[in-house]
């Protein structure tokens, strides 16, 4: 199913509801947001809806919270074509996704309370002149709560384990550096350098009543890479076998029957690993407010190998339960107590001497359940370096051990916004450039990774490569997300530019220039471009961040129980 045109995106999602009966036409409707109401209280992930018949061919519809630009959204003519009495248009608004704070580069969630949502419709203006005029705007404010203030009391934090229990969990990964605290790096904000995104299969195989620990199966389902703008798929049966653990209530690994060499993904900073990596809870019952210490912690740390990381002491705190995944959680934050001393890291092709390393984690338990919901990890490297090198692919290193061997042929994912034609041949279908000035390492963002290709434009896409990922949508432009301006021949017309919101991994996308784009451009092969340490030979200051996110794929758990 195709959905819906993404003009600029941050923090949310577009899709389609429908009602029961179909029907062959649309009947002109109101414009008005009809859910959330107005005054409601909502938590995680808000659906606004709006009639789809309020919007007009051509038209589109832009999203903004408590005054600044979200997301313009475009209905799909597959849409229209199916369209049922009542449907609706709809956005979800993620309210824990960090949004960028005016007159400043950091993000943060929204803040409980109150917000105000805006939908302003714009539709074609009349004339042979073309663009898109503002026809009407709804609004309604809502109340964020994703925090529960009433007090657990004394709460033992455990994991809880049922036997044959299966989970499956989503790990996504970012390396990038941080070009305004790095000397001699072109360009501003974050500029990847590597990232995956992968699954992972938990099953309880078997558990210990009297002492509370369990047989934990870990298998690296999916996994894909992508290192320069290029992405490799690999294949389920190249991945390792299955790693087994016996695991304590608290998380402590009594016995691992085997390890998995990734060293090839450490030194090119891509954050994989092939088991959970339970955080170690503490040993007593534990307040709001309270906090402890854990000591010889693993810290997993790009430029070092799953099972070689060194050790390290976490100060944790008990911050509060909050909702997370559906779940009412223990929320934990974790932070370094005391940094290892490491000579050097190699991250990538940058070899970084003296690094300082800052680490923080934050942890999210189904306290009465005992389930883990989520972990978001941040780590920051800042130290020295000698090296003038790109953040181009470099040659492909060798495979870890039980993987495919070597890197993706040349022509494979020339372009990840194809269709995806057998790698070597054209794309099927011409995908969407990013317009100048963002990263070309942006260029997929819109889709997750790749998504089907966009319509044909002014230049012929590149040779389609494997298209991987969840197709979350047309594959938009890496730098595109300024307010909806115009709509002229061929496609949208950028308005008033204005800054976007930060990509899924790394950098900042940009609104267009009024009148930028005529039309939807094919996008050209990928070049293994990033961000580049100018003419440097002496000793440089460099700041790289790493991020981690593993969260609970609660759709898979339940697709897994009916099989």
């Known amino acids: 199913m195709e959905l819906p045109r993404v003009l600029g995106l941050a923090g949310g999602l577009a899709v389609m509801a429908a009602a029961a009966l179909p029907a062959s036409a649309q009947n002109e409707a109101p414009f008005t947001i009809r859910r959330p109401p107005d005054g409601a209280t909502v938590r995680e992930k808000v659906r606004i809806q709006v009639p789809l018949a309020s919007i007009p061919e051509g038209g589109y519809v832009a999203y903004s919270i408590d005054g600044k630009f979200i997301v313009a959204l475009?209905?799909?003519?597959?849409?229209?074509?199916?369209?049922?009495?009542?449907?609706?248009?709809?956005?979800?608004?993620?309210?824990?996704?960090?949004?960028?704070?005016?007159?400043?580069?950091?993000?943060?969630?929204?803040?409980?309370?109150?917000?105000?949502?805006?939908?302003?419709?714009?539709v074609p203006r009349p004339g042979e002149d073309g663009g898109s005029i503002a026809r009407e705007t709804s609004s309604v404010k809502v109340v964020v709560a994703n925090k529960i203030n009433t007090d657990p009391g004394a709460v033992r934090l455990r994991y809880r384990f049922n036997d044959g229990a299966t989970h499956y969990y989503n790990r996504t990964g970012t390396t990038s550096i941080v070009a305004g605290l790095s000397q001699a790096v072109r360009g501003t904000g974050e500029q990847e350098i590597a990232a995956q995104k992968s699954q992972l299969l938990v099953a309880v195989e078997d558990i210990y009543p009297e002492r509370g620990e369990a047989i934990i199966r870990n298998k690296l389902m999916k996994l894909t890479v992508r290192q320069g703008g290029q992405e490799v798929d690999y294949p389920t049966n190249q991945l390792p076998k299955s790693l087994y653990q016996q695991v304590s209530p608290i998380g402590r690994v009594v016995y691992q029957n085997d390890t998995v060499s990734l060293d090839a993904f450490a030194q090119m900073g891509i954050p994989v690993d092939t088991t959970l990596k339970l955080p170690i809870l503490p040993t007593q019952p534990v307040r709001v407010g309270d906090s402890w210490q854990t000591p010889s912690v693993p810290l997993d740390v790009p430029g070092v190998a799953p099972g070689k990381e060194p050790k390290a002491t976490l100060t944790s705190t008990f911050e509060g339960i909050e909702w997370e995944g559906g779940y009412p959680t223990a929320r934990i934050h974790q932070k370094l107590e005391s940094a290892p001393s490491l000579d050097s890291l190699q991250i990538g092709n940058i070899d970084v001497n003296k690094p300082k390393i800052s680490y923080e984690r934050d942890v999210f338990l189904a306290y009465r359940s005992g389930l883990l919901v989520k972990v978001v990890r941040n780590v920051e490297i800042t130290g020295t370096t000698?090296?003038?090198?790109?953040?181009?692919?470099?040659?492909?290193?060798?495979?870890?051990?039980?993987?495919?061997?070597?890197?993706?042929?040349?022509?494979?994912?020339?372009?990840?916004?194809?269709?995806?034609?057998?790698?070597?041949?054209?794309?099927?279908?011409?995908?969407?450039?990013?317009?100048?000035?963002?990263?070309?390492?942006?260029?997929?963002?819109?889709?997750?990774?790749?998504?089907r290709g966009g319509r044909p434009g002014v230049r012929q896409g590149a040779p389609g490569g494997r298209t991987t990922g969840t197709r979350a949508g047309r594959a938009m432009p890496g730098a595109m997300s300024g307010m909806p301006g115009t709509m002229g021949p061929g496609g949208m017309r950028g308005g008033p530019s204005m800054p976007?919101?930060?990509?899924?991994?790394?950098?900042?996308?940009?609104?267009?220039?009024?009148?930028?784009?005529?039309?939807?451009?094919?996008?050209?092969?990928?070049?293994?471009?990033?961000?580049?340490?100018?003419?440097?030979?002496?000793?440089?200051?460099?700041?790289?961040?790493?991020?981690?996110?593993?969260?609970?794929?609660?759709?898979?758990g339940r697709a897994a129980s009916l099989r």
């Open 74 to 122: 475009a209905p799909t003519e597959e849409q229209r074509e199916k369209a049922r009495p009542g449907a609706t248009f709809d956005f979800i608004w993620d309210t824990k996704a960090p949004m960028k704070v005016q007159g400043s580069l950091e993000q943060k969630p929204p803040a409980e309370g109150e917000h105000e949502i805006s939908a302003t419709l714009y």
């Open 386 to 451: 000698s090296t003038n090198v790109g953040v181009g692919a470099p040659a492909a290193a060798a495979a870890p051990t039980g993987m495919m061997p070597g890197g993706p042929p040349a022509a494979m994912m020339g372009a990840m916004m194809g269709s995806g034609a057998p790698y070597g041949g054209p794309g099927a279908r011409a995908g969407m450039a990013g317009p100048p000035g963002g990263s070309a390492m942006m260029s997929a963002m819109m889709g997750g990774y790749g998504g």
């Open 500 to 556: 976007g919101a930060a990509g899924p991994y790394g950098g900042t996308m940009t609104g267009p220039p009024a009148g930028m784009m005529s039309g939807m451009m094919g996008a050209p092969r990928m070049p293994a471009t990033g961000p580049r340490l100018s003419g440097t030979t002496g000793p440089q200051q460099i700041t790289l961040k790493s991020v981690t996110v593993t969260e609970l794929d609660r759709s898979a």
